[in-house]
């Protein structure tokens, strides 16, 4: 009897732990301790945020990544580490845009037909570019031949003073110089890098324009422009900080003016006028058979202090509009306009002014009454000069961050200022170097490769992550749809790091993959140069030209997850997944 007794137990427990092992096949709950940085016990499956309001319809084209592993170079992790980052799989923030990489163009730099530029833009898939510009938006007539105008506007504008302009100038889509970029350009820059546009329709028109009905010639223009693209665009907006007193249209001659406009713009004009241009543009879309979404223009901080026109901007705009508007349209350059900043503080504006922004434009709404829509950060940068600052690495470490920011504030659209410039001794916004002494037209500066390794090694999902034994550290967690989880670093403080990063509900693999862009030695603080896992350029200026088929650092997960961050540099890293 205790031989069939022991027979029947032996047999229940095979039984019992046959079911535990197809159980723990299924579920993977049941895991050994590898010490790897990664879950070692019952995990919590992610799952998605509902889609806040300040994105909507930008994460409409949102796509799943595939995360492709790259060509390795095996390298020894650092051991010491007083710093832990711990990123929660199962935690997701929000679904990551890809409206989020947009860039700007500049009409008066190239037709923009070089071939390395392009491959480099195509490389960088912004995947929208704004046109035709920023302020220049506001004198732009698409359809005229260099050097025309129509003939209702003024041969010279005011200032913000209410002088005249001898400056003043119109700008044309049908240009055929060098110099600058036809309209039929653009259109054939978006096709080849794959990208598609926001453009900015010409408001300025409306309150300097000399006809009888300024609002409505001006509107009519901006829809047949509407007609004319075909489909191929669907976002537009109507004018460019036209609260600005450095924009065309603040303020008019009155004497010349013929249906009764103020002087000087104000938000209530503004929403008035823009609901104009919204009916006619939607009913050219319509007329052709698509749907266009249409963004209006506000303040990105507090504007009851702003010069005359823009005081109380966003309560004007707002009751006016109504619900008119499909977004929001805001611009931000952080740091203090034309200051001398330092890098700390160029590093710590993305925290300190990105979720005010978004608030400030959520109060704005919240007071005016009106429904909240999504918002669009289309021109992004810093102002920060005399230093080199805005063609240095720094910029590029600040641009990581800001992407950060948006995405942890979901924002799902953002376009930097912008794809190329001029020279002006380093205070040039150009992603892309342009007329500057000893440099080769469109060689890529530092930002460009903090901008190509975000996007390429951080996935379609932000998760939650935490720093402990540092306020210098900062994370950015993510996740891609191919089961892989990453970590982008930051370090802001001018001393090297050694950071270790576990994962939650996330079982590892054997491998980590990492790419280290760090600063140059020329130049005090801001170099001008990036180097990427130790790779240079040929040159002065930027990064690594073999940037898209440079190795990867590749360490193993057994006994943990651990990188050097560099002074002031940042860690793009993957980790595999089990």
């Not at 749907?291 to 823009?310: F, P, R, W, Y």
């Not at 994370?475 to 191919?482: D, G, I, N, V």
């Not at 690594?544 to 057994?558: F, H, I, V």
Request: net charge neutral.
């Amino acid at each position: 009897m205790k031989v069939i007794i022991n027979s029947v137990f032996t047999i229940l427990l095979a039984l019992i732990t046959l079911t535990a092992c197809k159980k723990d096949k299924k579920t993977d709950t049941t895991v050994v301790d590898t010490g790897n940085g990664g879950a070692t016990g019952p995990i919590t499956s992610p799952t998605d945020p509902g889609i806040a309001v300040s994105q909507g319809f930008f994460l409409d084209s949102w796509i799943a990544k595939t995360f492709t592993k790259p060509a390795t170079t095996s390298v020894a992790k650092p051991t010491a580490s007083s710093v832990t980052v711990t990123a929660d799989f199962a935690q997701v923030v929000s679904k990551v845009s890809n409206n989020l990489f947009g860039n700007n163009m500049n009409p008066f730099t190239s037709q923009y037909t070089d071939a390395g530029l392009v491959k480099n833009i195509t490389n960088l898939s912004p995947n929208i570019i704004r046109a035709p510009g920023g302020s220049l938006s506001d004198v732009y007539f698409y359809d005229l031949p260099a050097g025309g105008k129509p003939a209702d506007v003024p041969a010279q504008l005011l200032k913000a003073d209410g002088s005249a302009d001898p400056a003043t100038g119109y700008w044309s889509g049908m240009v055929t110089d060098s110099w600058s970029i036809s309209l039929s350009n653009y259109y054939s820059l978006l096709q080849k890098t794959n990208s598609t546009g926001i453009i900015t329709v010409n408001y300025g028109y409306a309150r300097y324009g000399l006809s009888d009905h300024p609002v409505e010639t001006a509107a009519h223009y901006a829809a047949q422009w509407v007609r004319n693209d075909k489909g191929r665009t669907k976002l537009w907006e109507v004018g460019n900080e036209n609260f600005g007193n450095w924009e065309a249209g603040y303020r008019i001659d009155v004497s010349k003016n013929k249906d009764g406009q103020p002087e000087i713009i104000t938000g209530q004009l503004y929403g008035t006028h823009f609901k104009v241009f919204a009916d006619s543009m939607r009913k050219a879309a319509s007329d052709i058979g698509v749907s266009i979404k249409i963004g209006i223009v506000l303040t990105e901080t507090d504007d009851q202090n702003n010069t005359t026109g823009g005081q109380n901007w966003n309560s004007g705009v707002l009751s006016a509009a109504g619900s008119s508007p499909d977004f929001f349209v805001v611009h931000n350059y952080y740091t203090p306009y034309n200051q001398n900043s330092t890098p700390e503080v160029i590093l710590a504006t993305p925290s300190a002014v990105t979720a005010p922004m978004v608030s400030w434009v959520n109060n704005s709404v919240q007071k005016a009454g009106v429904a909240q829509k999504p918002i669009a950060l289309d021109e992004w940068n810093i102002f920060a000069s005399g230093s080199r600052q805005q063609v240095s690495y720094v910029s590029g470490v600040h641009a990581v961050l800001v992407l950060g920011e948006l995405i942890k504030n979901q924002v799902s659209m953002a376009c930097r200022w912008d794809l190329a410039n001029g020279g002006s001794d380093g205070n040039d916004h150009g992603l892309f170097t342009f007329n500057q002494d000893g440099t080769a037209n469109f060689t890529p500066r530092p930002a460009f490769y903090y901008l190509y390794y975000f996007q390429k090694y951080f996935g379609d999902r932000m998760i939650s992550s935490t720093v402990s034994g540092s306020t210098d550290i900062v994370s950015y967690a993510s996740s891609f749809t191919s089961g892989e989880a990453g970590v982008t670093l930051i370090n802001k403080s001018g001393t090297d790091q050694v950071v270790s990063i576990n994962f939650k509900n996330y079982y590892t693999g054997s491998n980590y993959y990492y790419y280290t862009l760090k600063g140059g030695t020329d130049n005090g603080s801001y170099s001008g140069k990036v180097t990427v896992n130790n790779n240079g350029p040929a040159g002065d200026v930027g990064g690594p030209a073999g940037y898209a088929s440079l190795a990867a650092n590749s360490s193993g997960t057994s006994g943990g997850i651990t990188v050097s961050v560099p002074a002031r540099g940042v860690v793009f890293l993957v980790c595999d997944k089990k």
